[in-house]
């Protein structure tokens, strides 16, 4: 009779333990067809858009508004064309740093080519900066000062999500 017994347990259990996984199954399923929010921005909608932030907390004119998407996406361009530029140079260096016959001068001249164009950058940031300066007035450059310092610090590489 306790063979029996703990036949009928041990049937118990197993079935138990297959219905726990196919719960667990279908959970995470149905966890994985959610679609989420990047965790980067918070759930307001207003908070995706840079140029609404800045609108908001800075209280930009219209017309202010005009003049910074005109100078952010003017910017951009000249950023994607420099990057580029960078990326092509990095992409020949490569080449040449691993192939057969390697010319030191030819890696130096890309090194500093690279150097070069990454200076551009920064001082297209700077010009950015100053364009965007110039369209504020005295009591929104105040506000635009702490402003700037929270999107930094909010957009630093240890502030970031993990991504999968």
Same mark, same amino acid.
């Given at each position: ?76 361009? *000249? =950023?994607?064309? %420099? !990057?580029?530029?960078? #990326?092509?140079? /990095? ?9 057969? +016959? ?34 504020? *007035? =005295?009591?929104? %450059? !105040?506000?635009?000062? #702490?402003?700037? /310092? ?9 502030? +970031?999500?993990?991504?999968?």
């Amino acid at each position: 009779m306790d063979l029996f017994y703990q036949k009928k347990f041990a049937v118990r259990i197993i079935v138990f333990l297959v219905l726990l996984n196919l719960g667990l199954m279908v959970f995470l399923v149905w966890q994985k067809g959610k679609k989420q929010d990047p965790l980067l921005y918070p759930r307001n909608e207003s908070y995706r858009d840079l140029s609404g932030v800045l609108k908001r907390e800075l209280n930009l004119s219209d017309v202010q508004v005009l003049q910074f998407d005109h100078i952010r996406a003017d910017y951009y361009k *000249k =950023e994607l064309e %420099l !990057k580029q530029q960078i #990326k092509d140079a /990095k992409d020949s260096m490569n080449e040449e740093m691993f192939s057969i +016959q390697t010319d030191d001068n030819k890696i130096k001249n890309l090194a500093c080519t690279i150097s070069e164009d990454e200076y551009k950058m920064e001082l297209l940031r700077y010009q950015q900066a100053k364009a965007l300066k110039s369209v504020c *007035k =005295e009591e929104q %450059l !105040k506000k635009f000062e #702490k402003l700037v /310092k929270e999107i930094r610090d909010y957009f630093r590489p240890d502030n +970031q999500p993990i991504r999968k």
